[in-house]
């Protein structure tokens, strides 16, 4: 072996995460109290959906840093009483005056503060779109966790206090947003400490008695949009109150005896459907134990993937992405004939020059099954919480391009590309499992990896989001667009790929934040056995 195996040392290891078997139920969050939040909406007889509700509600407040009311979402949700599967696509589209002309050529679109902000957030449109259609418990009892939390107080976390220090710069630009996230407006929270945002409690409240239209047609999308454009932003209240999440089906993909879907664009879920139908031509099984044959063949699927993504993805209304195509098993069988014959590197242009995600699932009692992926994009966003609201607006906008040529051009009213998607595994037609995870480039990697460890090496879902895990191109701010391979791996793999052609393989840290954070359900006929990924503040628990 190559690596120290993920069942050894699990006993003493306190950074090996704990599965946790459930009867009926299970949710899986990156922070314990958003798990806790959820797991109590599902004992109060809440459906997967509502438990999703208070889990994303309730990261906005407890994981600001990464996730956000003012941010996007990509739901999937399996609907066990009409057996449908849905994607829900909770993304913003860039504002009805918004164009490439409100920028220079010379300093490109704003990365941070209010011209970063030129696409409205759709995450709330996730909440109660979702909540309409498949929630049983009311709109103000599943946001009840978060108001608390914001209103009272919560202890901040590892992850929270750590990504306050690095970005204290950033907070202390904003004066809005140094009231809400800085001690006294100025020094950062630490661990432990008790952390409010009463103003991000009212914004919920409003969102918990009036629903979206409170949220898009209101006195918040007003107070957003004033304060953007006080601050020379491009957002209307009309580009708020046209807004709205879009239900449509879930890409899929034949995966051995099973099938594995994802959310369509401009969601990149293609890119692990892709590295899946590559990989299904592999013996993984036999590669257990020796990593090196599987992350080459693994890595230079990807970099098909990613070549794929940079030339194609993008928002269906505005081009033409051809996936019959691109998912088709010849297409896929092609590639794996020149996996050898590929230059080696990850594309020049990569999605994820920096990285903030959730992704949180759940199951319910009735066999609902809902995974939720949403981000700010950047960690922090834009950096600019909007005016009175308490609520940090994201910068994915700034993932357009100001090349009038380029297929991802900013144009108004448009869908930026997304790094988000999350999958579920299919079998019989009904989940066997729903799994996600956050990093940037790094998300359709660990996806892919973990859904081969389960259904092709016998992992359980714990010991597939705790094991060594690589990473090719960028994720959290790095500009390193070489193959990395975390802790626990052993500098015989690192030379042997790099005998493979493989260039800037280097070895990190155990259980890296590069590596992204995993969560996963697995659907027995009998039980439900839930991982959440110790490289977070995350916890798994269930019924």
């Given at each position: ?421 999350c999958s579920m595994v299919m079998k019989d037609d009904k989940p066997e499992m729903v799994v996600g995870a956050m990093g940037g480039d790094g998300e359709p990697q660990t996806q892919a990896i973990i859904i081969m460890r389960v259904l092709d090496q016998g992992y359980s ?83």
């Amino acid at each position: 072996m190559n690596y120290s195996s993920d069942k050894i040392g699990r006993d003493t290891d306190p950074r090996y995460g704990r599965s946790y078997i459930a009867r009926n139920s299970a949710v899986a969050t990156p922070s314990n109290l958003a798990t806790i939040a959820a797991n109590q909406i599902l004992n109060k007889g809440g459906s997967a959906v509502d438990a999703m509700v208070a889990a994303n509600s309730v990261l906005s407040v407890v994981f600001p840093h990464m996730t956000g009311a003012g941010g996007d979402a990509f739901w999937l949700i399996y609907d066990a009483k009409t057996g449908k599967r849905h994607s829900l696509n909770a993304s913003g589209r860039s504002g009805s005056k918004v164009s490439k002309d409100c920028y220079s050529k010379e300093h490109g679109i704003d990365v941070r503060g209010p011209k970063s902000a030129n696409t409205v957030p759709g995450a709330v449109s996730g909440w109660t779109e979702a909540h309409r259609k498949l929630g049983k418990l009311p709109l103000s009892e599943c946001l009840q966790p978060a108001i608390d939390y914001a209103r009272n107080g919560f202890p901040v976390g590892d992850s929270l206090a750590k990504f306050s220090e690095i970005a204290i710069d950033l907070l202390r630009t904003y004066p809005t947003t140094a009231e809400t996230f800085l001690k006294n407006g100025v020094a950062p929270y630490m661990t432990g400490d008790i952390m409010r945002n009463p103003k991000f409690a009212n914004t919920l409240e409003s969102i918990a008695q009036g629903g979206s239209d409170a949220f898009y047609k209101g006195e918040i999308a007003s107070e957003i949009c004033s304060f953007l454009q006080d601050q020379g932003g491009f957002l209307t209240t009309e580009d708020f109150a046209n807004h709205q999440a879009d239900w449509g089906s879930p890409l899929e993909i034949d995966y051995r005896e099973w099938k594995v879907i994802a959310p369509p664009p401009n969601s990149a879920g293609f890119v692990t459907l892709q590295i899946l139908g590559m990989m299904e031509h592999m013996d993984i099984k036999n590669m257990a134990g020796d990593d090196s044959d599987l992350i080459d063949a693994f890595t230079r699927a990807t970099e098909f993937s990613f070549i794929d993504r940079d030339n194609y993805l993008d928002d269906p209304a505005f081009n033409e992405i051809p996936m019959d195509t691109l998912l088709s098993k010849d297409y896929l069988h092609d590639r794996v004939k020149k996996l050898h014959d590929s230059t080696l590197g990850p594309p020049e242009k990569g999605f994820a020059k920096k990285g903030d995600t959730t992704f949180s699932c759940a199951v319910d009692a009735e066999g609902n099954s809902v995974g939720v992926i949403q981000s700010l994009y950047w960690e922090w966003g834009s950096g600019l919480v909007a005016g009175g609201t308490g609520m940090l607006l994201q910068n994915r906008g700034t993932h357009f391009s100001l090349d009038p040529t380029s297929r991802d051009r900013l144009e108004p009213n448009k869908r930026p590309a997304h790094t988000l998607t999350c999958s579920m595994v299919m079998k019989d037609d009904k989940p066997e499992m729903v799994v996600g995870a956050m990093g940037g480039d790094g998300e359709p990697q660990t996806q892919a990896i973990i859904i081969m460890r389960v259904l092709d090496q016998g992992y359980s879902v714990q010991e597939a989001i705790d094991a060594p895990r690589w990473l090719l191109g960028r994720t959290w701010g790095d500009q390193i667009r070489g193959l990395r391979l975390e802790g626990r791996y052993d500098e015989s793999i690192a030379k042997r790929l790099q005998e493979l052609g493989h260039e800037n393989v280097e070895i990190i840290e155990n259980f890296s934040d590069l590596m992204g954070h995993a969560q996963a359900i697995r659907i027995w006929p009998d039980r439900l056995e839930a991982g959440a990924d110790p490289r977070a503040d995350g916890l798994a628990i269930g019924n």
